[in-house]
Every structure is written in C-alpha cells, then in structure tokens.
C-alpha cells in the first residue's frame, strides 16, 4: 500500500504533477525548451518576489549549498546555525576549504537578529549562511529581520537555505536583501527529488567574479552565461522542469497569497491539534515553521510504534532529526497537502494514541 507522506522530504506528489513526468522529451537546445526555461525562470522571479536571476539545476539542494559556498566565499564565512541543517552549512564551509566560524543557538530556538548583527561587527566576513526554516528542529528564522542587519553591512553576500520553506511560506528575495535563495523541489514544491532552484543576485555574481576555483558543475557565472540564452549548462532533468512549469502556473492562478495563507492555516491547526493532545511544541513560540511542526514527546509515546500503525493506514509521518530522535516527531504540512488531508492524518492519530501499543514509555 503507498504510504501518503506527511514527512519533511520528499513530500506526497500528486498523480497529474506525477503524470508530466512521464511528458515525451524535447530537446534541451530547441526554441521549445528555450520557452518553457524563459517561462519557468519568470515564474520563479514572481514566486520569489524578486528581479534576480533565477537559475535551475540538476541537483539536489545541498549541491547548491556546495555551490553557493565555492562562488561566493573568498575567505571568511559565518554561518549561522539553529539545526542539523545549518551544520550542513558548516560542515560543506570547511570541507571546501574555507574559514568558517558556526554561531550556533540552542535546539529549538531561533537566530536573532542581534546576534548576527554583533557577529559581523566583530569580525569581517565575506558571507553569510542561514537556514530560513530549519527542518530537523520545526524552527522559522526571522528572514526578514535578520535581512535588514544584513542591510547594514552591504559588502557581505547572504545566502538563504530555504529548502523547507520556499514555495509554502513568503520569502521575498529583493526586499529582504537575499543574494542567493536556494531550494530543492521535493518540499514546498511538491515535487519528486533530484532537482533545485536558485536565485542569485548580481551583487552575488560580482563576487563569484573574484573567486577563484568556483569548480565546474555549479559555477554561478556559467549557469548565468547560460541562463542568458534560456538555456542550462548541461543536460537538466526535463521532467522536473515540465512538473515545475505545471506547478507553479498553477499556484499562479490560485494566486500565491492564497497558497501562503493556506500554509500558516495548516501550522495553526497542526500545532493547536498537538497542545489539545497533551503534547508541547518544540520550536519557540513566535518562530513555528509554517511547513512542518515538530512537536515535543512530552507525552512519551512511541513514535516508531505510531509510524508503523500509521503505515498500515496508508500514511507516514517522520520521527525526529538526529539527536531529537525520539524526543520529537515532525509533521510535514506542505507542498500539495491540503487542511482536509492534514485533519485526516491527525483523525487517525488520534485513534491510534488510544492504543497501549503506541502510548507507554517511548522516550
Ligand atoms: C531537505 C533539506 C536540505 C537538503 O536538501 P537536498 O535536496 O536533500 O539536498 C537542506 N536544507 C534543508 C533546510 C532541508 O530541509
């Protein structure tokens, strides 16, 4: 029986966005494609909110990172870290060689604006690394304010990881000051794996202009050479890019602030379903992440006894992240799910927390 998923990636796909995938193949250096790229970039820009470049790769999103860091860094790099997700950042700073200094914040909570801003007036760096929503912890960071600190130090490239986040919440790059967002497509797109997104602004492409060994496969300038003449630098994955194309004319005509509307009423009724069962939210209040909740175990019950029984009802939810494994478990409410599909899951939930298998002492 297929499980519908309401984990944080990959999120369920609907059967006609499943269905472009099976679109027959043009060629990706024929007027046609030329079009659909065009197209599909300006969609992006209009989700976006933003006049940058929007460029598309073959990849998952954590290549981006890889690259956002081999084109924008020179030298120094914060990277502001609430979550295993911002570690990635950290750990892919230093593994390319850069140095990297972690301003990490306890689980659960958020990074502040403050803290970025008395960071950079220590120090100089050239970048800056935030995970907007982080995933493994139900964490939203504060994009827009921790954008205006950014603000105050012009020289220093942001690049957002909002992976999680984009195509569910608000994020608008040109007013925030975002130089590079990045996204894969199996989240708030509501798409299969394997595939990313990526603004860049030209602020961003000077710099990259500066840097040395960017590498070959996720060098900005080439993309952008590229992405002039509607075109990618290699051969990109077509069927996303038809699913894509797809998906976000959709969402255009239901128009995006009805989308992100949906969203946060999703979170709330998620949130509030988890308080109402005895159980507290792990992320601190104010700082919820509108695409997933993670929601704390306080009633120790166990979570892989509750994903198994689920699983037998056609539907899975995801434990926590890492250390938070059994301390938390993650509800993803994003992408194509709907507020009947989350009110459906959390029904069966409900039922299932009634049995001795599933309650008891799981942490
Ligand atoms: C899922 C996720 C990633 C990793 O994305 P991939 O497409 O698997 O590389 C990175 N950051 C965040 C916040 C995520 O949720």
């Keep these: 029986m297929h499980k519908k998923l309401f984990i944080p990636g990959p999120v369920e796909v609907n059967a006609e966005v499943l269905q472009k995938f099976s679109t027959p193949m043009i060629g990706h250096r024929t007027q046609e494609y030329f079009d659909l790229h065009a197209r599909v970039r300006h969609q992006l820009q209009q989700l976006l909110f933003t006049h940058d470049k929007v460029f598309l790769s073959t990849s998952s999103g954590t290549g981006v990172m890889e690259g956002c860091v081999r084109n924008c860094v020179s030298e120094h790099v914060l990277n502001l870290v609430c979550g295993e997700f911002g570690e990635r950042w950290h750990e892919i700073a230093k593994l390319n060689g850069k140095s990297a200094d972690a301003l990490r914040v306890d689980l659960g909570k958020a990074i502040r604006p403050e ?6 007036s220590s120090k100089r760096y050239d970048a800056v690394t935030l995970t907007h929503n982080e995933t493994s912890t139900g964490v939203m960071n504060p ?11 012009p020289d220093i490239i942001f690049m957002v990881d909002a992976v999680s ?3 569910g919440a608000k994020i608008l790059v040109d007013e925030w000051g975002i130089d590079v967002c990045l996204a894969s497509t199996q989240k708030g797109f509501g798409l299969p794996p394997g595939f990313a997104v990526f603004s860049v602004s030209d602020k961003a492409l000077r710099k990259a202009a500066m840097v040395p060994n960017r590498g070959y496969y996720f060098d900005f300038l080439t993309f952008n050479e590229y992405d002039a003449k509607n075109q990618t630098p290699t051969t990109p994955s077509l069927p996303h890019i038809f699913a894509l194309d797809y998906q976000l004319n959709r969402w255009l005509a239901e128009g995006l602030e009805r989308r992100f509307a949906r969203h946060q009423q999703m979170a709330r009724v998620c949130r509030q379903w988890a308080i109402d069962c005895g159980f507290a939210l792990f992320a601190e209040p104010g700082y919820e992440s509108v695409t997933l909740t993670t929601v704390k175990n306080t009633r120790n019950i166990r979570v ?5 029984e689920l699983g037998k009802r056609g539907y899975m939810i995801s434990a926590g992240y890492g250390k938070l494994k059994d301390q938390t478990f993650r509800i993803a409410h994003t992408g194509d799910i709907t507020q009947d599909d989350l009110k459906e899951l959390l ?6 927390l009634e049995q001795s298998n599933v309650q008891g002492s799981g942490v």
Excluded: C, H, W
């Excluded at 803290?115 to 950079?120: G, I, K, Q």
């Excluded at 892989?304 to 198994?308: D, K």
């Design 115 to 120: 803290l970025v801003r008395n960071a950079l």
């Design 143 to 153: 994009l827009a304010e921790i954008g205006a600190v950014m603000k105050e130090f």
């Design 165 to 167: 986040s984009m195509g």
């Design 304 to 308: 892989g006894a509750l994903n198994t």
């Design 347 to 352: 029904g069966v939930i409900d039922a299932l």
